[in-house]
């Protein structure tokens, strides 16, 4: 039992929908494109989970948060991969894939061969069970990368209503999911091994003031330490989390994000791997001319820094995925992706934005003491590589990123830098 199309896309996020999109604008006749996802639903925005999905009044709920709804785009629901002749194979996992051969093996048995191939698979949560820490399997253990999990997490926050939840990792999922059980009336607990919340991206000024604000909100912080194991009631449910540090925290709910690793199994001993994630070139090629990768599976040349990057955000995911396309459909006329990393966050009523590389000496401006407008600036041999705004306007996120893109000489010293703020990036 066999079908064949030009073009397959495996997986079917975000970054799934964006191509498709992309592959309907340049002209796909009926047939010819299949996605094929082992997720129940047509292709929609990932970051709705931890944000507009968890709130307790009018949560967002499918069929409105269906890419390509994030860019402001089209909202393509299972009707319009219909109506536009797209196969959508949902609800089906590829087992093996046979790149030299140019073909999938579904779960349920059926041979898919491709003349083209683009990976999309994303990326899963990592487990507890990695940290030698057993109990993932509890009906009040979350965690959250698909919709699946969002569901299971919205339910269990409905019945732990003035309850305890531990949160474990102070990254992204733990600090946008920590401000959601807020907003739902649930007493929190973050713990994270780093000195401060979102490590891999905020300085320690920056971080106290988020952190002052989730205390004030009531929210208490253990840091320095990791889990260790969980007590269970006799239906094992978790009832209290021990730390290494010696603590017991109670808890009805544990929320778990402790970062991800790509999904890039199916090709390993196939495809190059660099950077954890499947390596490509500029144009979204693997090493095998006919396998293209895009969103948080592929590990691509970001020009700019003159290095290999896997980036696991949406913007990345929808911009790749598009560049892919284009690659694919018009390969001459398509150059180099020349991509800027673009990282977003929104917590209760904070909104920030970064553009570039946050490395180098940091220069932070704007007023920390009010917490409403503030920023940093990193320079990195003479030169601005990274620019982050908390409370921007749409313009100022536009002039930050337009002057981090051209990675300007920075001549003037740090207290300078800092006295000039968003004037600096204005005048690039
Ligand atoms: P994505 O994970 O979206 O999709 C992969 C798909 O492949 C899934 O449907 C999966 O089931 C499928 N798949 C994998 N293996 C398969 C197989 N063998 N067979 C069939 N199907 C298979 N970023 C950001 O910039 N701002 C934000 O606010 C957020 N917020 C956010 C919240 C939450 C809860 C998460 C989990 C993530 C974010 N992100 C984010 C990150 C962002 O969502 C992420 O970078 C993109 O979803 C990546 O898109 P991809 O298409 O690469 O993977
Ligand atoms: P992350 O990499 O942002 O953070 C992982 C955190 O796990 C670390 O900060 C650390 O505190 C913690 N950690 C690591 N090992 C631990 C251990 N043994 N015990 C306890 N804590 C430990 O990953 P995440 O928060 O899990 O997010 C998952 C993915 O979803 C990422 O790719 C992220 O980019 C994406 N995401 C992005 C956004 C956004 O861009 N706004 C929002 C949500 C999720």
């Known amino acids: 039992m066999g079908r064949a199309f030009v073009y397959v896309i495996l997986g079917g996020g975000v970054a799934a929908g964006y191509a498709a999109l992309e592959f309907t604008r340049r002209g796909v006749s009926d047939g010819e494109l299949c996605i ?8 929609y925005e990932r970051p709705a989970l931890s944000k507009g999905f968890l709130l307790p009044e009018a949560p967002a709920r499918l069929p409105s948060f269906h890419t390509c709804v994030g860019a402001n785009d089209e909202k393509l629901t299972p009707k319009w991969y219909k109506d536009h002749g797209i196969e959508l194979v949902l609800g089906t996992l590829v087992k093996s894939v046979d790149v030299r051969r140019k073909t999938l093996l579904s779960s349920t048995g059926e041979t898919i061969s491709y003349k083209f191939l683009i990976i999309a698979t994303g990326a899963r949560a990592l487990k507890l069970e990695e940290f030698g820490v057993e109990g993932s399997d509890a009906e009040n253990v979350c965690y ?3 919709l699946a999990d969002a569901n299971r997490l919205a339910t269990v926050i409905q019945s732990s209503s003035n309850g305890n939840a531990v949160v474990i990792g102070g990254g992204y999922i733990g600090m946008e999911c920590a401000a959601s059980l807020v907003i739902n009336k649930i007493n929190v607990t973050m713990v994270f091994p780093e000195a401060h919340c979102m490590a891999r ?14 205390r004030a909100k009531g929210v208490k912080f253990i840091k320095g330490t990791v889990l260790t194991s969980f007590e269970f009631d006799s239906n094992g449910k978790v009832t209290a989390v021990n730390l290494k540090d010696g603590n017991q925290l109670p808890a009805d709910l544990v929320v778990v994000g402790i970062g991800i690793r790509p999904n890039t199994s199916l090709f390993e001993g196939q495809l190059t791997i660099e ?28 020009k700019l820094f003159g290095e290999m990057r896997r980036l696991e955000h949406v913007d990345s995911a929808r911009k790749s995925a598009r560049h892919a396309v284009s690659a ?10 020349d991509y800027l990393p673009f990282f977003y966050s929104r917590v209760f009523a904070f909104s920030w934005q970064f553009y570039g590389d946050p490395t180098g000496d940091v220069v932070h401006f704007g007023d920390y003491e009010d917490g409403k407008s503030f920023g940093a600036y990193w320079v990195k041999k003479g030169h601005l590589v990274g620019s982050f705004l908390e409370g921007g306007t749409k313009e100022e996120y536009e002039i930050i990123s337009k002057a981090t893109q051209l990675k300007p000489a920075v001549t003037i010293d740090s207290e300078e830098l800092e006295k000039e703020g968003l004037g600096f990036a204005q005048t690039v």
Do not use: C, H, W
């Not at 991206?201 to 989730?214: H, Q, W």
């Open 144 to 146: 959250l990368r698909d």
């Open 36 to 43: 094929i996802s082992e997720e129940p639903v047509a292709p």
């Open 328 to 337: 694919i459909m018009d390969p001459v006329k398509t150059g180099e992706f």
């Open 201 to 214: 991206l905020f300085t320690p000024k920056i971080a106290s003031l988020y952190e002052d604000y989730y």
């Open 275 to 302: 950077k954890g994630g499947i390596k490509v070139n500029s144009k979204m090629q693997s090493s095998d001319s006919s396998v293209y990768a895009i969103g948080d599976v592929a590990t691509f040349p970001v």
